[in-house]
């Protein structure tokens, strides 16, 4: 155990001693009268092979020598959850309640909510059995025993952890920035133009934004969803990221129309999009039912790693039809998936020497992320300027298509008019012969009626 800070001088500290409760059942009063004799080296093996169906507790002794009220900062490490009680003489009161599962404290004060700690305010020359429950239902923790702050420490060791940080949360907050423009950005060109691969992109990057959003809302202590709800960050950690692929390969499908133009390759991305569906719902209910997130991570990565080569044979096949949009898909499908191969790779080196240069895998995640972003944005805006391109050609070639039928319409319309002209000349010619002639049959007629009548005489 280590007192931080001035509490040196105003605290007194005992032993830790640790026991771990096989029935997670037992009461702060049984505790009390139960035995603390399990070995350090026990405790720590129980709680990292053992963990589900145990609860582990520790108990030291602490006593404020000083006259007045003293504040103090208990951290234990990372831990899923945690449960503080301060026994003084026969009456106990419950500190609080941590740890990165918990959830979320309305009454929690800024300072233990974005430390980790558990805070205790020991009277005047008080002094009893402090007793700090721990129950941890994943495989990943760090215990590395209790440290004791004061105020000063406490914002000593945030303020030391911010400048040795403030670059990388700076960068945090850039990247979410950016990934909810372009989340915006997205929606209103999908309202405005209502083509399907800006739905399918839209929806791709929420998810990539909420599972940014899960790592990194505590740190910013933004009281959102996964603070609120910590479980949810075990619980949806692979979801949010197989959800990704899914609407990936549908914004590629569209965006491509490769119904249309590559109606083979279509088939196969369709029944990868299945096969995501599929594992997305077990591995959902695997880890509901499990809470195994080591072999949880495992599967995934043998998931991903298939898919990964299934993408890489789909990518080189779309590369040998050199056609302009399909470079923009290529681009931002390597830039991610060298970052994601690059963070993994170095996930799973377990060689501090590497690992300590680069304290925050989910950085080249990230920049891949925006290069893609970029590649996208840029496809997409070139397929608009290309579709606006083809359609202002289309409605050229309709204006002159336009032109020469009217063109062809008035000379029509002349001959027409040539046609109407010269049979009205004609018809003219021909009544008038008619009439003409009829006339003189008539004389004729006439005459010969006369003639007639004077020989009668």
């Not at 233990?112 to 558990?118: K, N, S, Y």
């Not at 399909?326 to 060298?338: A, D, E, M």
Request: hydrophobic content about 40%; charged content about 20%; aromatic content about 16%.
């Amino acid at each position: 155990m280590t007192l931080n800070g001035n509490l040196q001088k105003l605290l007194s500290a005992g032993s830790i001693s640790y026991r771990v409760d096989s029935t997670r059942t037992s009461s702060i009063d049984q505790v009390r009268q139960a035995t603390f004799a399990t070995p350090y080296d026990s405790f720590i093996s129980t709680m990292t092979n053992a963990h589900s169906g145990n609860s582990f507790w520790l108990k030291f002794r602490l006593s404020n020598l000083s006259d007045s009220l003293v504040p103090v900062f208990l951290y234990c490490g990372e831990v899923n959850f945690t449960e503080v009680y301060f026994v003084s003489g026969n009456v106990y009161t419950t500190a609080g309640k941590g740890g990165d599962l918990q959830r979320y404290q309305t009454n929690n004060s800024f300072l233990p909510g974005m430390t980790h700690t558990t805070l205790i305010r020991l009277q005047p020359r008080q002094s009893g059995e402090l007793f700090l429950k721990i129950i941890q239902k994943t495989e990943e923790f760090n215990y590395n025993g209790i440290s004791l702050y004061d105020e000063p420490g406490i914002y000593q060791t945030i303020g030391e952890d911010d400048l040795s940080t403030r670059k990388f949360y700076i960068f945090q907050l850039l990247f979410q920035g950016i990934l909810i423009c372009q989340l915006i950005y997205v929606l209103f060109q999908w309202i405005i133009i209502r083509r399907r691969e800006y739905l399918y992109y839209f929806f791709y990057l929420l998810a990539i934004c909420l599972y940014f959003l899960s790592k990194y809302e505590y740190y910013f202590h933004i009281n959102l969803l996964f603070v609120r709800y910590p479980l949810l960050t075990v619980y949806l950690n692979k979801t949010l990221l197989i959800i990704p692929y899914f609407f990936y390969f549908r914004f590629v499908r569209s965006f491509l129309e490769m119904p249309e133009n590559f109606p083979r390759m279509n088939k196969w991305i369709v029944r990868i999009e299945y096969f995501l569906l599929g594992y997305l719902v077990f591995d959902l209910a695997f880890i509901l039912t499990t809470f195994h997130v080591k072999l949880q991570r495992e599967l995934y990565t043998y998931v991903l790693l298939t898919v990964f080569i299934a993408s890489a044979f789909f990518i080189f096949y779309l590369f040998t039809q050199k056609k302009k949009l399909i470079y923009f898909i290529i681009s931002g499908s390597l830039f991610v998936g060298l970052g994601n191969i690059i963070g993994m790779v170095i996930t799973y080196l377990q060689d501090e020497n590497i690992v300590s240069g680069v304290p925050y895998i989910l950085l080249f995640s990230q920049a891949g992320i925006l290069l893609e972003i970029f590649c996208f944005t840029a496809g997409l805006s070139y397929k608009s300027m290309s579709a606006e391109k083809e359609k202002i050609k289309s409605q050229d070639k309709l204006i002159e298509q336009l032109k020469a039928n009217e063109q062809l319409q008035t000379k029509m319309q002349t001959i027409r008019n040539k046609i109407a002209q010269d049979l009205h000349d004609d018809i003219g010619s021909t009544l008038s012969s008619i009439s003409i002639i009829s006339n003189i049959a008539i004389k004729e007629k006439k005459h010969g009626s006369d003639d007639r009548n004077h020989d009668g005489d």
